[in-house]
């Protein structure tokens, strides 16, 4: 999205270009009131009333367009994109009705990722008009933080290393008057020790750290937040082969969300104490790289054993969780792109949800359709807990049978979380391989507004 434009606008009556949206069942009827050209034009076009068809019609010495959607008495997020990825620049306004939800398909279209190369013939803002004012806000702090998901997914680990994703926060902090704190070197290897044993062979310019963020009332209900960060996962010494390292960078995926939901949670001013971790590390391999075999102890005092260490995001994470665990919270909702198998399950589109309390993963799920950011339980199976079973250690930090590695990975996370806890896990892509309306190829934001909604029915905003 452009910083240079407001997308969307209060509709107070100014020069707009008008938008007639149609079903593929009324479109037939709703054409009897055009004239021949008119329909000509249309026709001429192939236009149908399909999902996303697009056509413009002229009208005396102008023009209005023409949306297909699959009810256009009830538009999900996504109706609109379409137009606002193929119509000329300009403002306009529905015939009828008032976008609601489509609001945020309307700016997520307009997103690009220009850090490193420039436009040579950008279109320029379409602004759409809403006589709903109140909805512009929210809309726009949606908009937003999924731009923000993207733009540190899109960029390489080179340039969004530990260091940047503690910029990101220190941004935070500021427009925020949020308190930061973050532990390195010496400190992080006594107060985090799996952080520091993933990160230490990433040197010095990509040095592990791990980033805290405080914000809002300490007598409010208390709000954990915890994002996987990271930036660049060469799988270790257990190294991935190239051609699954190519996307690696997108591994700090659940710390993009995480610092994107609080950024939602303070903007709302959210009645909560929040509490923002992100371990932040690169999976490199050097000489000083932890190896598979080595026992870990962690920060809560359970020690570990390395089965591969490629699976090192659970390790970093269980040392954030147990510290917000040290907090006794009233809730903890971690992201991280953790594990194949979730997408081997569910696909790239919907980001598994593992949950310990049935009401809090069916509201979370309930507010994901609500906003078409759908996400999928699945189960914390505890016999599967087995699996993680060491010779050595405490525990294991992966399983060697191949099954079930999404629960797996859950329930190994689940044992750095207080047991009394309410807690939930998403293992997102946070990707999207193939672009579609109003979603680009690239980055995504997925399961970020289904928390989002549900945090803001759970908690509302402070009075006074």
């Known amino acids: 999205m452009t910083d240079k434009y407001t997308l969307i606008q209060p509709d107070r009556g100014q020069k707009s270009t008008l938008i007639h949206l149609v079903s593929k069942d009324n479109f037939p009827d709703w054409a009897k009131g055009l004239s021949p050209a008119q329909r000509a034009a249309l026709e001429g076009q192939k236009f149908r009333g399909n999902g996303y068809e697009v056509a413009i019609v002229p009208e005396g010495d102008g023009w209005f367009a023409v949306g297909g959607v699959a009810d256009p008495?009830?538009?999900?997020?996504?109706?609109?994109?379409?137009?606002?990825?193929?119509?000329?620049?300009?403002?306009?306004?529905?015939?009828?009705?008032?976008?609601?939800?489509?609001?945020?398909?309307?700016?997520?279209?307009?997103?690009?990722f220009t850090r490193y190369r420039e436009e040579t013939d950008p279109v320029g803002p379409r602004i759409l008009l809403t006589r709903d004012a109140k909805a512009i806000e929210g809309s726009l702090a949606e908009a937003a933080a999924v731009a923000l998901v993207r733009d540190l997914v899109n960029t390489p680990a080179e340039d969004c290393?530990?260091?940047?994703?503690?910029?990101?926060?220190?941004?935070l902090a500021r427009a925020h008057k949020a308190d930061l704190h973050v532990v390195r070197g010496d400190a992080l290897e006594r107060a985090y020790p799996m952080v520091h044993a993933v990160g230490r062979a990433a040197g010095r310019r990509h040095a592990p750290r791990l980033i805290e963020l405080t914000w809002g009332d300490p007598q409010a209900p208390r709000l954990a937040i915890v994002g996987k960060g990271v930036c660049f996962d060469s799988g270790g010494l257990d190294i991935k082969p190239s051609s699954a390292m190519l996307l690696m960078k997108k591994d700090m995926?659940?710390?993009?969300?995480?610092?994107?939901?609080?950024?939602?949670?303070?903007?709302?001013?959210?009645?909560?104490?929040?509490?923002?971790?992100?371990?932040?590390?690169?999976?490199?391999?050097?000489?000083?790289?932890?190896?598979?075999?080595?026992?870990?102890?962690?920060?809560?005092?359970?020690?570990?054993?390395?089965?591969?260490?490629?699976?090192?995001?659970?390790?970093?994470?269980?040392?954030?969780?147990?510290?917000?665990?040290?907090?006794?919270?009233?809730?903890?909702?971690d992201f991280a792109t953790l594990t194949g198998a979730a997408r081997v399950a569910l696909g790239p589109d919907l980001p598994a949800l593992f949950a310990r309390r049935d009401e809090t993963a069916d509201a979370l799920i309930a507010a994901g359709r609500a906003q078409d950011d759908e996400i999928w339980r699945l189960p914390l199976y505890e016999a599967y807990a087995e699996w993680l079973k060491s010779d050595i250690a405490d525990t294991n930090n992966t399983n060697f049978n191949g099954f079930a590695g999404a629960t797996v990975a859950g329930l190994f996370l689940d044992k750095f979380v207080g047991s009394e806890i309410d807690w939930a896990h998403f293992d997102t892509w946070a990707w999207r391989q193939t672009a579609r309306p109003g979603r680009p190829k690239g980055g995504e934001a997925l399961g970020l507004r289904a928390a989002w909604h549900m945090l803001r029915q759970r908690y509302g905003q402070h009075h006074g």
């Open 161 to 171: 290393g530990p260091a940047e994703l503690e910029a990101e926060a220190e941004k």
């Open 73 to 112: 008495d009830t538009l999900s997020s996504w109706c609109l994109a379409r137009l606002a990825e193929a119509l000329p620049a300009g403002t306009y306004a529905l015939a009828s009705g008032d976008p609601g939800k489509a609001l945020l398909g309307w700016q997520t279209a307009q997103y690009r």
């Open 253 to 333: 995926g659940g710390a993009a969300h995480a610092l994107a939901l609080a950024g939602l949670v303070m903007g709302a001013g959210l009645d909560v104490r929040l509490h923002l971790l992100i371990p932040a590390v690169e999976n490199a391999v050097s000489g000083n790289a932890f190896r598979p075999g080595d026992v870990l102890r962690s920060r809560q005092g359970l020690t570990v054993e390395i089965g591969n260490t490629d699976a090192e995001g659970r390790l970093i994470l269980a040392d954030a969780l147990t510290r917000a665990s040290e907090e006794k919270p009233d809730l903890v909702i």
